[in-house]
């Protein structure tokens, strides 16, 4: 019902958008976060945002270089992330659930992943 698009390979310092498009349901009144995995660690918040994009949240170790956003007339909500490092190597996870407390600690739904390799 989620699913991400826009991963890929990109150099240190460069700049990646990934999407999260819903189907077969709408999301639109749901909060709606960004998770990452990489490979040995656990899985992390990264973003999140309100139903109405009102509101938004991000890990100390993104904050000012990425930005989530929606577009509820598209079901669709972004990740823009800039000045990419190294570290920010991930499967990074599309995720939603009915509360912003909720979504940026064990949300309900989730995407299938997309990888996000960033070489130095």
């Known amino acids: 019902q989620l699913v991400e698009s826009g991963g890929g390979l990109v150099q240190a310092g460069g700049s990646l958008r990934l999407s999260c498009a819903s189907s077969?349901?709408?999301?639109?009144?749901?909060?709606m976060g960004w998770f990452r995995q990489a490979p040995g660690k656990e899985r992390e918040f990264v973003a999140a945002?309100?139903?109405?994009?009102?509101?938004?949240y991000y890990a100390d170790s993104v904050k000012g270089r990425f930005a989530i956003s929606r577009d509820n007339a598209k079901n669709t909500v972004y990740l823009q992330m800039n000045s990419l490092k190294p570290e920010d190597t991930a499967v990074y996870y599309c995720?939603?659930?009915?509360?912003?407390?909720?979504?940026?600690?064990?949300?309900?739904?989730w995407g299938q992943g997309a990888q996000v390799t960033v070489s130095s």
């Open positions: 945002i309100t139903w109405s994009g009102s509101s938004t």
């Open positions: 077969g349901r709408t999301f639109n009144n749901y909060a």
């Open positions: 995720a939603a659930d009915d509360y912003i407390v909720v979504v940026r600690t064990r949300p309900t739904y």
